[in-house]
């Protein structure tokens, strides 16, 4: 169905030439004013980009984004303490 994807915060210090980085992933978001550039790629092939992107001069930092790693179930083990802060 859809391929395992991972996402990573890559900190540049050029925009103009980040914008070359789609031909690597899909950019997901670029942020002019604090020059990062978040971007997703296929799980199976990520180390081998990552690889080759940080070889790119313009590549300050990449940091591997734990976002599919954060749990989102939640369970209700606590009891609900909001009847006790009402008015």
Do not use: C, Q
């Amino acid at each position: 169905m859809f391929p395992e994807r991972t996402g990573y915060i890559i900190w540049v210090s050029d925009l103009k030439a980040a914008r070359n980085l789609d031909k690597y992933g899909s950019v997901h978001y670029l942020s002019r004013r604090m020059h990062y550039v978040v971007m997703y790629v296929n799980a199976d092939r990520a180390e081998d980009i990552m690889k080759n992107v940080r070889k790119l001069s313009y590549v300050r930092k990449i940091e591997r984004s734990y976002r599919n790693e954060i749990k989102t179930e939640y369970s209700k083990d606590v009891p609900d303490k909001t009847r006790y802060y009402g008015l």
